[in-house]
């Protein structure tokens, strides 16, 4: 059995070497001891520790290549295991090399793998979807999340921030109550209330603020994507805030912020450029016209679109001025109205005898009892505001100055001349005719005079060049036509209360006796607005045509005034007879040039006629009945000087033999009324 060495000590200290001294075990001991004590006092241990090379865990450690893109679009780090001799003379290179990694880690964590574009949007979209559910199940206990949406909205990747647009909008559509949230006074945050009020007011709050970015983000983004020269990403982003300021409009128009709502539409529209978005800011404004019921809101959009025409020295797009015939004031509002002021019906003696009434009924109340019924009126009053409830003479109050608005805006564009926008200016006094003050007769229908005047003498081939894009703007025998029916319309919408009024349209009924001829050789007698039709190659280039409002072709405009002249709707029996035997033999004179359509027309409106002033038409189809001497003039510029009984209705024979089955049956009708009526 082999012996096992002796375990080696260590000496701490080396024996002395000083010649002359004690070598007594004893004496070496005490000398011994005082060295080391000695020593050990000047030993730095920790530094000793801090110094020495650690032992790491080489094998955990990797070394690191540049990252990679794969097939499917994503940045992966590709990592390589430090092999044995690596590892070797890494060991070797002590605290330095220490310093070395740390710096290979801080590159590790620079160059980590960025999240792909694609896989952004599906994360956006899952977190998008998980706060629109939480705001939706219960919003009060997740307001922090209106700010989350905000947030998300301020994404660098323009499709999440799309889609948090379009989150936000789904989001308030559904959160936001059916009142108009008001801010709290100093009273009101000073108040001891409960804890559920408490609670539903800083819902209010954060709602309203949230909200107000909201508005105010997709106000920045309309007002970026109108600027020239804009980039794709731009003008996407501008579109769908439009298209979220048009459903705010439509679904919440009662909520707080509805005027910065407006003003991204009107701004939209006070543009040149006529495209989707324009279209979509347009309907939603007559939308939010014919769903209005407390008139605030109208009289808001009215008004921005006023400023904003008349700071564009009215060079709009003429759709935008047809707006204003959808206002639900058209047909529920009864007084009327100017620019100035509006006249509502008189009832004097009814009010005295209401205010004697009350100052009759009027009892003594002591203080305490004023006091109670103040309080209860108080009451009384923040109830309806809560119940967003709008009485009938606020309307009307509403719907009045709205209706001051649009006078001041047609009056304008009258006294401006502008050429655009003529037509739509007389289609809209046609339409409210019924609530135009009477005060602003004259001065209306000597407008309508010159216009019909300048149109007269407007020949679009003796104009200069420059003149000639302003002139080809306008349809002379369409503005001529809608002035003639705007004059009559006015008449006609005043009910009873023209019987003071004195007021001469043959002015009106001459210039359309005059141009019946004309108006029958027309080529576009039966094209509207919305025709699809080449134009003439000789004719001198015209503008693109705008969908407008009026899309009635000129033969139903013609009829129309037609209709105003020959059988008005009061005093039918009053036309004279020379007027109505002059139109007749007119109007079947020209039938002979109208095409298919607009010829069945005419002879179904002079039936019509025929039905009302038979006797006073039936000697032109009677040689042996004429009453008239002379000759027939028909281009005879006074309708009475025409001496239309010294003709016959000699066309009818002609008419009789029309290749259309319709004409030939109308002239039976026509003259079938004429026989009844002998």
Known sequence: MAQIPATKRRRLSPPSASKGKDTSPSALES???????????????????????????????????????????????????????????????GFSEEEEDDEGVEEEHDTEPKVSPQRQIIEAKEELARIAGLLNEDPEENTP??????????????TVKKLALATQLAVYKDVIPGYRIRPLSENDTTTKVSKEVRRLRSFEQSLVAGYQ??????????????????????????????????????????????????????GKLSGKKVDDDFAKCRETLETAFRNDEDGTPSLE??????????????????????????????????????????????????????????????QFR????????????????????????????????????????????????????????????????????????QDFFGDLLETLKDLIGHAESTDPTELDPDETDEATQRNAVRESLLCIATAFALLDGQDNSTTGLNLDLNFFTTHLYRTLHSLSLNPDL??????????????????????????????????????????????????????????????????????????????????????SHGRKMAGLWNTEERRGDGVFDPLRAEVEGSNPYASTVWEGEILRKHYCPGVREGVKELEGVIKGVN
């Open 213 to 266: 970015n909201y508005i105010g983000e997709l106000a920045r983004l309309a007002k970026a994507g109108r600027e020239n020269a804009v980039g794709m990403d731009a003008a996407s982003l501008s579109s769908v805030a439009i298209s979220c300021a048009c459903g705010l409009l439509v679904a919440v128009p009662h909520f707080n912020f509805r005027g910065e709502v407006l003003e991204i539409l009107v």
């Open 301 to 362: 959009a009215v008004a921005l679109l006023m400023k904003m025409m008349k700071a564009r020295h009215y060079r709009i797009d003429e759709s935008v001025l047809n707006t204003f015939l959808h206002l639900r004031l058209l047909s529920e509002f009864s007084s009327k109205g100017s620019q100035n002021s509006i006249d509502r019906p008189d009832d004097s003696s009814s009010n005295v005898q209401g205010k004697k009434k009350l100052k009759e009924k009027k």
């Open 526 to 611: 039966e094209l509207s607005a919305k025709s699809l039709h080449l134009q003439d190659p000789n004719s001198p280039p015209q503008p693109p045509k705008n969908t407008k409002v009026n899309i009635a072709t000129t033969t139903i405009l013609l009829l129309r005034s037609l209709s105003y002249i020959l059988l008005p709707p009061r005093n039918t029996r009053a036309v004279p007879p020379v007027r109505v035997a002059a139109f007749t033999k007119q109007l079947v004179t020209t039938s002979l040039q109208l095409p298919e359509k607009s010829c069945v027309a005419m002879l179904a409106l002079l039936a019509k006629v025929a039905k």
């Open 145 to 158: 999340l209106f700010r989350s949406l905000a947030q998300l909205a301020s994404s660098g990747n323009i």
């Open 366 to 437: 002591t203080k305490a009892q004023r006091k109670t019924e103040k309080e209860r009126k108080a009451v009384e009053k923040e109830f309806k505001e809560a119940d967003a409830t709008v009485s009938h003479e606020e309307r009307d109050r509403m719907q009045a100055e709205t209706l001051k608005l649009v006078f001041v805006t047609y009056f304008r564009i009258l006294k401006a001349r502008t050429p655009h926008l003529m037509g739509a200016v007389l289609e809209g006094l046609a339409k409210y005719a019924h609530l135009i003050n």
């Open 31 to 93: 000398d011994s001891n005082d060295d080391y004590l000695v020593r050990a006092s000047r030993w730095d241990l920790e530094q000793d520790y801090e110094q020495r090379p650690r032992k790491l865990r080489k094998q955990e450690k990797e070394n690191t290549r540049l990252p990679i893109k794969t097939s499917e679009g994503r940045i992966e780090q590709l990592v390589v295991p430090i092999t044995a001799g690596a590892e070797e003379a890494e060991s070797d290179s």
